[in-house]
């Protein structure tokens, strides 16, 4: 599967803005997706990810309660909804692809680590303005 993140932009503190992931390729619905970003100067971090079939969410605690994820598998696409923007949000945000089975019924609760997903989209930018 190829990745294509997009819908970034510039936003001021307070909006919203709603990041696609749209995939190509086949079987879509055998990844889970996650998100994760990277600002200037800091490491890559966990943002949210979604399991195989949408039965399990996970977001960051940095995030909780102002981003979601969700994903549509009918049109091969995940989305990450971003509320109340603050600028420490500000960063390059990636989509990725793992066949990771978390959040199935007996399987493990949370998203693997980064270096299980084993593709990635180009990211795109977010930047929020105080």
Same mark, same amino acid.
């Given at each position: 599967? +190829?990745? +294509?993140?997009?819908?970034?932009? #510039?936003?001021?503190?307070?909006?919203?803005?709603?990041?696609?992931?749209?995939?190509?390729?086949?079987?879509?619905?055998?990844?889970?997706?996650?998100?994760?970003?990277?600002?200037?100067? %800091? %490491?890559?971090?966990?943002?949210?990810?979604?399991?195989?079939?949408?039965?399990?969410?996970?977001?960051?605690?940095?995030?909780?309660?102002?981003?979601?994820?969700?994903?549509?598998?009918?049109?091969?696409?995940?989305?990450?909804?971003?509320?109340? #923007? %603050?600028?420490?949000?500000?960063?390059?945000?990636?989509?990725?692809?793992?066949?990771?089975?978390?959040?199935?019924?007996?399987?493990?609760?949370?998203?693997?680590?980064?270096?299980?997903?084993?593709?990635?989209? +180009?990211?795109?930018?977010?930047?929020?303005?105080?």
């Amino acid at each position: 599967v +190829q990745l +294509q993140a997009s819908g970034g932009g #510039l936003v001021q503190a307070g909006g919203s803005l709603r990041l696609s992931c749209a995939a190509s390729g086949s079987n879509f619905r055998s990844y889970a997706l996650g998100w994760f970003r990277q600002a200037p100067g %800091k %490491k890559r971090e966990f943002v949210g990810a979604v399991s195989l079939g949408g039965v399990s969410e996970s977001i960051a605690d940095s995030v909780k309660g102002r981003f979601s994820v969700s994903r549509d598998n009918a049109e091969n696409t995940a989305y990450l909804q971003m509320n109340s #923007l %603050k600028p420490e949000d500000t960063a390059v945000y990636y989509c990725a692809a793992t066949h990771n089975t978390w959040g199935l019924p007996g399987t493990a609760v949370t998203p693997p680590p980064s270096d299980v997903y084993v593709t990635w989209g +180009q990211g795109t930018q977010v930047t929020v303005s105080s």
